[in-house]
């Protein structure tokens, strides 16, 4: 059992509106990643958070963006809203560098109308 | 950059027997990580199995095990004795020992068990 918790678990937003995803990490994990799954895809990096700083991010534009919070647990927001944004976004917890593995949490499915 | 390859959208297999999902990626990196994930309906990612490219031996973890050919660049899932808990979608990803800890995806594979 990962520890990893998501919210919402579904969401359903118009185009043009802003949304907030949350994840909360597994104890003990200061890293959070996060990735957006396509119907018929595989997860996709978005970027990811050490120590509340930034630590990588994957091709995606700049109105999406996210938080690290002292607890480690993480935010990511997605401006002006497009209809190609509606997918499953997955949160994964690690240990930056002490650990191969990621723990993900249940997903937040997103649709945009 | 990195890419992964799984070419095989979908697979079935009777119950209790034996099946093998395909994957192949591409790397200039000589150390890396390579995984096989499963998501059932439930969405959330379950690591199957891991693989650290500097071991020769091939992972194994109770029915699953994987064949790992590192000149081929081949990593693909051997599931013995199937079971109907094993239907789910299985991504193959790659994962470099360098920066930040982003795993690279395949496009995955749905597995259909047979009762």
């Known amino acids: 059992e990962t520890g990893v918790t998501q919210s919402p678990t579904h969401l359903i937003k118009t185009r043009g509106q802003q949304v907030t995803l949350r994840c909360s990490s597994q104890?003990?994990?200061?890293?959070v990643s996060w990735y957006q799954q396509a119907l018929g895809q595989g997860p996709q990096f978005i970027f990811q958070?050490?120590?509340?700083?930034?630590?990588g991010r994957g091709n995606f534009p700049p109105r999406f963006s996210g938080l690290q919070f002292p607890n480690y647990s993480s935010e990511l927001n997605v401006n002006a809203l497009e209809l190609d944004d509606s997918a499953l976004y997955l949160c994964?917890?690690?240990?930056?560098?002490?650990?191969?593995?990621?723990?993900f949490g249940q997903g937040t499915r997103l649709t945009v109308v | 950059a990195q890419t992964v390859t799984q070419s095989q959208p979908e697979m079935s297999v009777q119950e209790a027997e034996t099946v093998t999902l395909s994957c192949t990626y591409d790397?200039?990196?000589?150390?890396?990580?390579l995984f096989w994930y499963k998501q059932p309906p439930s969405r959330q990612m379950i690591l199957v199995i891991r693989?650290?490219?500097?071991?020769?031996q091939n992972a194994t973890e109770n029915r699953f095990s994987v064949n790992f050919q590192k000149a081929a660049k081949s990593f693909s899932l051997k599931i013995s004795d199937s079971q109907l808990g094993d239907a789910a979608m299985y991504f193959c990803?790659?994962?470099?020992?360098?920066?930040?800890?982003?795993?690279?995806f395949g496009t995955g594979t749905r597995l259909t068990i047979i009762p």
């Open positions: 994964a917890s690690s240990i930056f560098q002490g650990s191969t593995e990621a723990f």
């Open positions: 104890s003990g994990h200061n890293t």
């Open positions: 958070y050490y120590r509340e700083e930034e630590n």
């Open positions: 790397t200039s990196e000589s150390d890396y990580y």
């Open positions: 693989q650290e490219a500097y071991k020769q």
């Open positions: 990803a790659y994962r470099s020992p360098f920066g930040n800890e982003k795993l690279t």
